[in-house]
C-alpha cells in the first residue's frame, strides 16, 4: 500500500503531520514521533511580538514588547515566558535536522506586515524544510476595513516568499468573507499551500471574580466538519497543498480529509491525549481502510467529494443548508 503524498513539493512517506506543537521542543521526543510513523514535524511557532522584543531589546537593552503604550505592553507575556527565544528557535531547528530525517517545518505567527517576516530566511539558513505562516489576528478596531486586513497579509505573505527559496504555507482562519478568492490571492503571491484553520483562542468569562478567563481546550471531532467543508471548496481549483489542521482524531477523519482533497493532515490534540503511539494506530487504519476498499494509494482517494463535479457549488451548498433546516419536526 502506497501511502506517500506530495506536500509543498516535498514527499512524504504518508498524509500524517505533526501540527504545530510543543512536541518538537525536545528532540527525543520528535524523533519518538519519526518513529511512530509522522511523515513531517511542524515546530511551535515563533512570534511577531517575540521577535520585535529581542530586537527592541538589543536596541535599548531593555525587555520591551511590540506594543508602545504602558497597557498593551502587560498584556503581551514577558520575553521569558516564551517556550523558545528566537535564537533558541534557531539552534531547535538545526539540531531536530540533524536528529531526523523527515521534514522539518519552521512556524512564524503574526498579523502585520514588518521586519519581523525576515526571521523565515534564518529559518531556511538553520535548516528547515519549509515555513509555515499562521496569520492569526482577530480585528477588534471598527476603522479597520476587511479589504484592508488581507491586503496587509498579502504584503505579509509575498515579504515571507520573497526572503526564501524554501515553500510557504499560510495557515488561515475561517473567518473570511471569501476564503476561495483570498486563496486564489495567496497562490498569486507565491504561498504554495494552505492549511485549514487556524483554532481561534475563545475565553470565558468569570462570572464570580468577574474576570476575563483565557482557556485553551484540545480540539475534538466536530471541529473536522468546518475544514471538510473548505477542503471541498478549494481543492478543485488550487494549484498548490491543502493540509486540514483541527479536528483530526481517528482513521475515518484521515479519510474524509482526504477525500475532501486535503493532501496532509495535522496532528495534535491526538497526540496530547494519547502519546506519539496513536500514529502506528492511525497509519495502520488508513491503510486498512484503503486495501479493503481496492485503493493501491491515497492519490486516488484524495478529492473524490469535492465540489469539482458540482455544476453549481453554491446553490449546492445552499439547498443542502435549505434541506437540513426542512428536516426537522415538532
Not at 486586513?149 to 524554501?166: F, G, N, P, Q, W
Not at 504554495?192 to 484553520?197: M, T
Not at 468577574?210 to 482557556?215: A, D, I, R
Request: hydrophobic fraction near 45%.
Amino acid at each position: 500500500m502506497n501511502l506517500s503524498t506530495k506536500y509543498l513539493g516535498l514527499t512524504l512517506e504518508n498524509p500524517l503531520v505533526v501540527g504545530a506543537s510543543p512536541f518538537c521542543d525536545n528532540v527525543a521526543t520528535a524523533r519518538q514521533l519519526q518513529d511512530a510513523g509522522a511523515a513531517a514535524i511542524v515546530m511551535r511557532s515563533l512570534f511577531e511580538e517575540q521577535i520585535d522584543a529581542e530586537q527592541r531589546a538589543l536596541l535599548y537593552h531593555v525587555e520591551t514588547p511590540a506594543e508602545s503604550t504602558a497597557e498593551a505592553t502587560s498584556f503581551f507575556p514577558g520575553f521569558s515566558e516564551y517556550q523558545l527565544t528566537p535564537d533558541h528557535y534557531l539552534r531547535q531547528i538545526s539540531s531536530l535536522k540533524a536528529s531526523l530525517t523527515i521534514p522539518v517545518i519552521a512556524s512564524l505567527n503574526g498579523c502585520r506586515p514588518g521586519g519581523w517576516t525576515e526571521y523565515a530566511k534564518r529559518f531556511e539558513a538553520a535548516g528547515a524544510d519549509a515555513v509555515e505562516l499562521n496569520l492569526y489576528q482577530l480585528v477588534s478596531d471598527r476603522a479597520v476595513a476587511g479589504d484592508q486586513i488581507e491586503a496587509d497579509m498579502l504584503e505579509t505573505v509575498a515579504s515571507v516568499v520573497r526572503s526564501v527559496k524554501i515553500p510557504v504555507a499560510v495557515k488561515l482562519s475561517p473567518f473570511h468573507t471569501s476564503p476561495a478568492h483570498f486563496v486564489a490571492e495567496l497562490e498569486g503571491v507565491g504561498a504554495k499551500g494552505v492549511v485549514v484553520f487556524n483554532r481561534f483562542y475563545q475565553p470565558d468569562f468569570n462570572i464570580d471574580d468577574l474576570e476575563v478567563q483565557p482557556q485553551l481546550r484540545l480540539s475534538d471531532p466536530t471541529e473536522l466538519l468546518l475544514r471538510l467543508r473548505w477542503l471541498a471548496i478549494l481543492s478543485p481549483n488550487m494549484q498548490g497543498s491543502l493540509s486540514a489542521s483541527g479536528g483530526v482524531h481517528a482513521t475515518e477523519d484521515i479519510v474524509k480529509a482526504l477525500l475532501a482533497g486535503a493532501h496532509t493532515v495535522q496532528l495534535v490534540s491526538v497526540l496530547l491525549r494519547n502519546g506519539p503511539r496513536i500514529l502506528t494506530s492511525l497509519i495502520g487504519g488508513l491503510k486498512h481502510w484503503l486495501s479493503e476498499r481496492g485503493y493501491e494509494n491515497v492519490d486516488q482517494l484524495r478529492g473524490a467529494l469535492n465540489l469539482k463535479h458540482c455544476p453549481d457549488p453554491s446553490a449546492f451548498e445552499r439547498a443542502n443548508y435549505i434541506r437540513i433546516l426542512q428536516s426537522w419536526r415538532v
